[in-house]
T-cell receptor, first 115, second 112 residues
Framework: GAGVSQSPRYKVTKRGQDVALRCDPI?????LYWYRQALGQGPEFLTY????????KSGLPNDRFSAERPEGSISTLTIQRTEQRDSAMYRC?????????????FGEGSRLTVL | QKEVEQDPGPLSVPEGAIVSLNCTYS??????FMWYRQYSRKGPELLMY??SSGNKEDGRFTAQVDKSSKYISLFIRDSQPSDSATYLC????????????WGAGTKLIIKP
């Protein structure tokens, strides 16, 4: 696609529910990143894929968070048993090559609100 | 203390003014320095990317890195209302350079 597409744009859920956030990167981009951005803060790294392989998940806050990219394109970030502290903007970004070269292309984000 | 500090603003200047935005950091291992611009309700977009110390110029934008002072700056000349946005600095170490550490962003307002 023309840009990084994320869905849903807005998700309101009740505490304890599971949510799945989807990211469709720019066509042909090898690397895909998930970030979380709190209001008034910079993005916080969560995890990163090259093709379908999860290269680094050290930023995932706990084991309720998981991500996959089974076919090396679309990725899903899943949060199980959501808590209020999970409320944030979740941003996906992609880049062209396997090695990071400085430019990340970000999507518009999925804003999660946990009640 | 955060690894990267950035004044949140807002910074309000008249159109045409020179704008100076800056970040300080504590990790001397940072080698890659970036400035991203983020419009309201949009994702960040890369403006400038520099490696190590020195200056880099691109049109109206100049990025400066002073590693000895652990201080980076972004200058915008002839500022325009369309430059109104939040500007985020980001940086990373050489060997894990995809793990960007971000500042909180400075909100810039250019008044016509």
């Amino acid at each position: 696609g023309a840009g990084v597409s994320q869905s849903p744009r807005y998700k309101v859920t009740k505490r304890g529910q599971d949510v799945a956030l989807r990211c469709d990167p720019i066509s042909g981009h090898v690397s895909l990143y998930w970030y979380r951005q709190a209001l008034g803060q910079g993005p916080e790294f969560l995890t990163y894929f090259n093709y379908e392989a999860q290269q680094d998940k050290s930023g995932l806050p706990n084991d309720r968070f998981s991500a996959e990219r089974p076919e090396g394109s679309i990725s899903t970030l899943t949060i199980q048993r959501t808590e209020q502290r999970d409320s944030a903007m979740y941003r996906c970004a992609s880049s062209q090559g396997e090695r990071y070269t400085g430019e990340l292309f970000f999507g518009e984000g999925s804003r999660l609100t946990v009640l | 203390q955060k690894e990267v500090e950035q004044d949140p603003g807002p910074l309000s200047v008249p159109e045409g003014a020179i704008v100076s935005l800056n970040c300080t950091y504590s990790n001397s291992a940072f080698q890659y320095f970036m400035w991203y611009r983020q419009y309201s309700r949009k994702g960040p977009e890369l403006l400038m990317y520099t490696y190590s110390s020195g200056n880099k110029e691109d049109g109206r934008f100049t990025a400066q890195v002073d590693k000895s002072s652990k201080y980076i700056s972004l200058f915008i000349r002839d500022s325009q209302p369309s430059d109104s946005a939040t500007y985020l600095c980001a940086m990373s170490e050489a060997d894990s350079n995809y793990q960007l550490i971000w500042g909180a962003g400075t909100k810039l307002i250019i008044k016509p």
